[in-house]
């Protein structure tokens, strides 16, 4: 959902029905909103990291197999009395990730 949403006429009306006393927040409200949180999340697992005994970088490639995207996954695992797991980056790919494209050796 586009976080203009919130702006839209016909929304604003929808939630005034359910709530009425809700304030709705503006798109760039909910957008500065979420750049903080980004932003916090990102010093803290940096700090984390920095702090950690082990890192390991994970990567896997998939295609799903109902719409034949294909998407990208990297996760960090770390350990530092106990064993975290964050998500780095998700991206789809363009071009499809097939198994008979992959040599087998």
Known sequence: MPLNTTERE???????????????PSGDSTTQWIDDKYEFCKANLKKMLVEADH???????????????????????????????????????????LVKACPVT
């Open 10 to 24: 016909g929304f604003r009306k929808f939630v005034s029905t359910l709530q009425p006393l809700f304030k709705m």
């Open 55 to 97: 890192i390991v970088l994970t990567m896997d490639i998939w295609t799903q197999k109902y719409t034949m995207r294909s998407h990208l996954g990297v996760t960090v695992h770390f350990t530092k009395g106990k064993t975290d797991v964050y998500l780095l980056y998700f991206l789809y790919v363009q071009k499809l990730h």
